[in-house]
């Protein structure tokens, strides 16, 4: 089953997961069953053994002869039960671990495929928390069913017919106790799941809090913000502290509803009862004895049971809310029978395209523009403009909702998103780089790429110097997000990494705003390497880059209002010659001036 139509109940999502190891689990259960067999067996062993020592005499023989079939017995279902224990225990080991791994990669594989646009509108913490919650917490159900719930009823079921076979009195009793302890346990469970669910929502939104804060460090820094931080975290740690405490609480009053139940029913009424058949000679002492330990195993079970019900409410409602990832359809996605998309040429064609962020505010309305293959061309304009939707719409990071885009005459919508991105480097303005080494970041450009291919790319991007600078070279772990690397560092690392991929299409935002001026210059006369004989889109706040570009296109308000070279813009004296007489420093401002204007 594709990650794409994984089931949305959690019921059939979990059994998707069994399914894996349908056998394992079978095998499990019936050794879990052992439990149920060690609450009852020994008491029944005991009745036997009580009855035939009280019914002995000297006559019989030798007492140890005499007991030796039951000794025997006894020994056997000893060492069986352990046995099943420990096979248990190993399996367990096994099938688990195997169990939460298969959930763990499925959810992350299909989340990966949620949208740009999905990440940008939830917190990274709150989205790791929710994978990780749902991994322990099915792996939680599972256990309580199969380890407990389970082997509890059939304790039960074999205690009421033992029972029966002694007076039908008992096992009214019992089941009688049982039904009012399972009654409690699920109304107060139905109370507590809600809580739980609750109290998970708010333990959620306090980990992504907590998570953005931690991400955001250089800003609490630069600020001196961490009392304000701390205060700001403490809103919602407080919130989700009341929740917690509210959720306990209503597990402790299920206890003392649960506590007067026991202690009236096996404690009073079932106690009171087996003394009295005892004195009537009703049962024997053996059966008194079988009766009182069963009773207790049955309560020390059922107790323990009670008490996890609960738990099991929770542990489904943090599932529940887990869930949401695997519910939330992937907003961009390949159409069924999708193909491969093969680049040859690159041209780039926008037909009558309609799209908008927010309802009732148009971004492009039926734009209509061509980029020649092998062409590069800059993009201009104040933000808000449309440059960065245009780019993020051939990337697909949106769907057009009307038109089409195409790359070669096909249109994007119809190639799979995997050979569509494949074939286009992107060179952001601000790249973030994993946390992982130097060398595994420039091989993300191309994973098969061997270590001398890596080298060059970084040579070409004037990166190998300070790379080779630092005590562990290219093993040197950047940090999250690139942290320990300058602005500029990371951007050529970024460009070394679009080198090494050397895809058909290339696209610029701002590349090199980053970099001193001395290594702006050989960047660019790498960059111009990169561009030769490839479709390039340059994203540009500092127009002296774009003066070499065979096209410039300039945008205002979604429309492309301008198209021609930079000379060309220049004489005529239009949108574009009037950015470039009110650049500060060389650099785009981000709004139209009053003199502009």
Known sequence: MSNNYLPKTLLNFI???????????????????????????????????????????????????????????????????????????????????????????????????????????????????????????????????????????????????????????????????TVLHIGICLAGARRCANSSKVHSNARSFLTGKVVDSLTNIINVKLFARKHFECEYVYKYQKDERQKYIASLTIAEKIKVALSLSAFIFPGVLLTWYIIHSWQLNLISIGSLVLIFNTTWNIQHLAWFAGLELPNLYKEIGICQQAMSLIR???????????????????????????????????????????????????????????????????????????????????????????????????????????????????????????????????????????????PEGYDSLVGERGIKLSGGQRQRIAIARAILENAPILMLDEATSALDSVTEKRIQDTLHYLMEGRTTIVIAHRLSTLSEMDRILVFDDGKIIEDGNHQQLLRANGHYAKMWEMQAGGFLPDTPTGAAE
């Open 15 to 177: 059994w998707h997961f069994v399914k894996k190891q349908k056998p394992y689990f079978i095998v499990i259960q019936i050794l879990a069953l052992a439990w149920s067999l060690d609450n009852t067996v020994w008491p029944f062993v005991l009745r036997m053994l009580i009855d035939k020592i009280t019914a002995f005499t000297p006559e019989q023989g030798n007492l140890w002869y005499y007991l030796m079939p039951l000794l025997i017995f006894w020994a056997v279902a000893w060492l069986a039960i352990d046995i099943a224990y420990r096979v248990y225990g190993f399996m367990m080991a096994r099938v688990f671990p195997r169990f939460e791994s298969h959930i763990r990669m499925t959810m992350f594989e299909y989340v990966q495929d949620h949208s740009y646009d999905y990440f940008a509108n939830h917190f990274a913490g709150n989205i790791s928390n929710r994978i990780s919650d749902m991994t322990q917490s099915a792996t939680r159900i599972m256990q309580l069913i199969m380890t407990l719930f389970i082997p509890a009823f059939l304790a039960l079921v074999i205690a009421s017919i033992i029972f029966y076979t002694i007076s039908p009195w008992f096992t009214v009793l019992l089941v009688g106790w």
């Open 328 to 470: 939330a359809e992937h907003e961009i996605k390949d159409k069924p029978g999708a193909k491969e998309l093969k680049i040859r040429e690159g041209q780039i064609d926008f037909d009558q395209v309609n799209f908008h962020y927010l309802k009732g505010s148009k971004v492009f309305k039926n734009l209509t523009t061509t980029i020649q293959a092998g062409h590069k061309v800059g993009l201009v304009g104040f933000s808000g403009s449309g440059k960065s939707t245009f780019v993020n719409l051939i990337m697909r990071f949106f769907d057009v909702e009307s038109g089409a885009i195409k790359i070669d005459s096909t249109n994007i919508s119809d190639a799979t998103l995997q050979s569509l991105r494949s074939q286009i480097s992107m060179i952001p303005q601000d790249p973030s780089l994993f946390h992982r080494t130097l060398k595994d970041n420039i091989r993300y450009g191309r994973i098969d790429a061997n270590d001398e291919e890596i080298i060059a790319a970084a040579k070409h991007a004037h990166c190998h110097e300070f790379i080779s600078a630092l």
